[in-house]
Each structure stands twice: as C-alpha cells, then as structure tokens.
C-alpha cells in the first residue's frame, strides 16, 4: 500500500511555469507507476501523464504534451511534474495516483490507478 501527497500548487499567470511533487509513504514505491490527473469545476478528471514504475517510459496527453515534464526519483520516493508554459486552460486541482498494474488502455482513466492523493489547486490567470 501506498499513500500520496501532493503539493506545489499555486496561482501563477499565463506562460509561468510551476513544479509539482507527489511524495509517497511505503516501502515498495518503485514498484508503482504514477500517473498525474487533474479536475476544473464541472469537468470530469482527465488523464495528464503517467510514468512507469523505472522511470523509462512517460505518456503525455495531448494538452499537456510539449510543455508538461513527469519525472520521478524513486530513491525520495517522489514523481514531478513540470509545467511550463502555462495556460488559463490548465486550471484544476492536480492528483497523483499510483497503481502496480502494467499500462494498457485504462492507464488513461480513473480506474486505472488504485491509490490517489488529495490533490493540489493550480490556477492560471490571464
């Protein structure tokens, strides 16, 4: 089992760039890939990226892909997420979750991840 905890959130203008951390607690947190989501108000939870468990292979969404950065280093038991080029569109509360499952098509969808933080606000104004 794994517990996360995001933090880095903010409020920053159009073009910023922010840097947001998932620590982890547990013994095995290599072992789980971390995926970073994020929710506006009235929107549903969208995928924004996911890194495997090693850290080699990363997944961007479209939105994002360009300009957002998912790293990790498992020996601080910790994922990044670096954001860049900051855009109003990019406004929601960021989570991080984290599952031991291999990627497949869900890894793209709230089911996919078995373990998620509480989030952190990121807002980006104009």
């Known amino acids: 089992q794994v517990q996360l905890v995001e933090s880095g959130g903010g409020l920053v203008q159009a073009g910023d760039s922010l840097r947001l951390s998932c620590a982890a607690s547990?013994?095995?947190?290599?072992?789980?890939?971390v995926g970073w989501f994020r929710q506006a108000p009235g929107k549903e939870r969208e995928f924004v990226a996911r890194?495997?468990?090693?850290?080699?292979?990363?997944y961007y969404a479209d939105s994002v892909s360009g300009r957002f950065t998912v790293s990790r280093d498992n020996a601080k038991k910790s994922v990044y997420l670096q954001m860049n080029s900051l855009k109003p569109e990019d406004t929601a509360v960021y989570y991080c979750?984290?599952?031991?499952?291999?990627?497949?098509?869900?890894?793209?969808?709230?089911?996919?991840?078995?373990?998620w933080g509480q989030g952190t606000q990121v807002t980006v104004s104009s």
């Open positions: 979750a984290a599952t031991t499952r291999t990627y497949y098509s869900g890894s793209y969808y709230r089911n996919g991840y078995d373990y």
């Open positions: 547990g013994r095995t947190f290599s072992s789980y890939a």
């Open positions: 890194i495997s468990a090693s850290g080699r292979t990363t």
